[in-house]
């Protein structure tokens, strides 16, 4: 990992936490719902629902929310009440107003990384700008970063526009994520390098087989990340002793 120079960190369930308020409003919702059919199928569906609309409407709060009203009018066979759709929206309004506060070790790290001026550091995330925007001010992340980007889907397109973007090729990118599926397994076909950190709960959608690989680092938190500072730190002194010695 010699020629890393450009540090790209997925946001939600990386930087701070996610899903987790995502599937708290999908409990309530259910809930709502479970006069209309069992608890299970309406997850089930809403899930379905979901995955329908996926390349019209992407990811992210709003996208849901349109899930969510659409798959309650489905699920309730056109009986829904406006009531029911009011909280609905409340419900999915909440998510547009998370927190984005930091996961432990993320701000100490991030200090850390800065400080060193080894790499350039961007966030790469997925989403609609707006939200993503939002949750970014809110987390106070944005001094230790030199670029934020949000795309529609982290495919192996926008990977390569990411290090055309920066003027790198491929082998010089390592990108951090929870997301073996979006963050992980795009990259490493590619060619560069990525780490990953799952998170104690993750989106049925980006469930995926997982595989070593010798371009892959597995982590169990953030704070792991201040290894890479360490160790590229002492050979950059090995190499000014050997420099020296000639």
């Given at each position: 990992m010699k020629d890393i120079s450009l540090i790209a960190f997925d946001a939600d369930d990386t930087l701070w936490e996610c899903q987790t308020y995502f599937a708290s409003v999908e409990k309530k919702y259910c809930d709502l719902l479970k006069h209309y059919a069992p608890v299970e199928e309406v997850s089930?569906?809403?899930?379905?629902?979901?995955?329908?609309?996926?390349?019209?409407?992407?990811?992210?709060?709003?996208?849901?929310?349109?899930?969510?009203?659409?798959?309650?009018?489905?699920?309730?066979?056109?009986?829904?009440?406006?009531?029911?759709?009011?909280?609905?929206?409340?419900?999915?309004?909440?998510?547009?107003?998370?927190?984005?506060?930091?996961?432990?070790?993320?701000?100490?790290?991030?200090?850390?990384?800065?400080?060193?001026?080894?790499?350039?550091?961007?966030?790469?995330?997925?989403?609609?700008?707006?939200?993503?925007?939002?949750?970014?001010?809110?987390s106070g992340l944005r001094t230790y970063f030199d670029d934020f980007i949000v795309v529609s889907d982290k495919t192996p397109k926008a990977y390569e526009r990411l290090c055309d973007q920066f003027g790198i090729?491929?082998?010089?990118?390592?990108?951090?994520?929870?997301?073996?599926?979006?963050?992980?397994?795009?990259?490493?076909?590619?060619?560069?390098?990525?780490?990953?950190?799952?998170?104690?709960?993750?989106?049925q959608h980006e469930v995926v087989d997982e595989y070593e690989h010798p371009h892959l680092l597995k982590m169990k938190s953030f704070s792991e990340l201040e290894t890479l500072i360490n160790e590229r730190e002492q050979r950059l002194k090995v190499d000014r002793l050997q420099l020296r010695s000639i």
């Open positions: 089930q569906a809403l899930f379905a629902t979901e995955t329908a609309n996926m390349d019209l409407l992407g990811y992210g709060s709003k996208a849901f929310i349109l899930s969510l009203l659409e798959n309650a009018t489905q699920v309730s066979h056109g009986k829904l009440t406006s009531a029911e759709v009011t909280a609905i929206i409340k419900m999915g309004k909440s998510l547009l107003q998370l927190p984005g506060k930091p996961l432990e070790g993320v701000v100490t790290t991030m200090e850390k990384l800065r400080r060193s001026g080894l790499y350039r550091l961007v966030v790469f995330t997925k989403g609609e700008l707006l939200d993503q925007e939002s949750k970014f001010n809110r090729g491929i082998e010089e990118l390592l990108m951090v994520g929870n997301s073996f599926k979006s963050d992980v397994e795009p990259v490493l076909k590619l060619g560069g390098w990525a780490v990953h950190i799952p998170f104690h709960t993750i989106w």
